[in-house]
């Protein structure tokens, strides 16, 4: 596998990633309460704790696009550059 080839794949990883947080926090934004409501009623959990999940569920999310997509993304673009 050429590192051009893995470079576009790494660059369309990032874009996704970034897309499934944007999709996350529109929907988050958007129906909050009713995901709230639904998961209150399967688990013993306030809003405040919702909260706090889908904050750090997001801020992990966005960690590991940067560490595995991002990070190696501009590592073979630096690598390739200097050829």
């Known amino acids: 596998m050429d590192e ?8 369309r990883c990032i874009f996704l990633g970034f897309g499934l947080l944007l999709i996350w926090f529109i929907l988050i934004l958007v129906g909050g309460n ?6 209150s009623k399967i688990f013993d959990i ?4 919702f909260d ?3 904050y750090w569920g997001m801020g992990l999310t966005k960690i590991f696009i940067l560490v595995f ?3 190696p993304f501009i ?3 630096l690598t390739l ?3």
């Open 34 to 39: 009713l995901a709230f409501e639904i998961h």
């Open 52 to 54: 706090l999940l889908q």
């Open 46 to 49: 306030t809003k405040h704790d």
């Open 81 to 83: 550059d200097g050829r």
């Open 75 to 77: 590592a073979i673009r």
């Open 69 to 71: 997509f991002v990070i």
């Open 4 to 11: 051009q080839y893995l470079a576009r794949i790494l660059l």
